[in-house]
Nanobody, 117 residues
Framework: QVQLVESGGGLVQTGGSLRLSCAASGRTFRRYAWFRQAPGKEREFVAAIGWSGETTVYADSVKGRFTISKDNAKNTVHLQMNSLKPEDTAVYYC????????????WGQGTQVTVSS
C-alpha cells in the first residue's frame, strides 16, 4: 500500500521556521514535490527534488527561504521553511511519482501551516 504521510505543520509567527516531513512507503519514487493550497486558492507548486537529491526546483515565491531535501535511506522528504510570511499560510501536500516527468500520481493528506502576523 502506497502512503505519503506529512508531519511538522503548525502555527508560527512571521519570520519563524518550520520543517515539514513526508514519509513515503509502498513504492520507490523517482521524484518528490511539495505543493500548497491556501483557502479560496488553487493548489500551487512549492518545490521539487529528483532521485539523487542534486536537482531541486523552487517556486519564485519561496526561493531563498525554503529548502527541499531527501533522505533515501529513510524514504523521507523534508521542506525546511524559514522567514515565514502570512502568505505562506496553507495546507501543504507532499507528492511523489515513479516517473521523472509529468504529473504526480501519489499525494499525502496534507498538513496545515499557519503563519500569524
Amino acid at each position: 500500500q502506497v502512503q505519503l504521510v506529512e508531519s511538522g505543520g503548525g502555527l508560527v509567527q512571521t519570520g519563524g521556521s518550520l520543517r515539514l516531513s513526508c514519509a513515503a512507503s509502498g513504492r520507490t519514487f523517482r521524484r518528490y514535490a511539495w505543493f500548497r493550497q491556501a483557502p479560496g486558492k488553487e493548489r500551487e507548486f512549492v518545490a521539487a527534488i529528483g532521485w539523487s537529491g542534486e536537482t531541486t526546483v523552487y517556486a519564485d515565491s519561496v526561493k531563498g527561504r525554503f529548502t527541499i531535501s531527501k533522505d533515501n535511506a529513510k524514504n523521507t522528504v523534508h521542506l525546511q521553511m524559514n522567514s515565514l510570511k502570512p502568505e505562506d499560510t496553507a495546507v501543504y501536500y507532499c507528492a511523489a511519482d515513479v516517473r521523472t516527468f509529468g504529473h504526480y500520481d501519489y499525494w499525502g493528506q496534507g498538513t496545515q501551516v499557519t503563519v500569524s502576523s
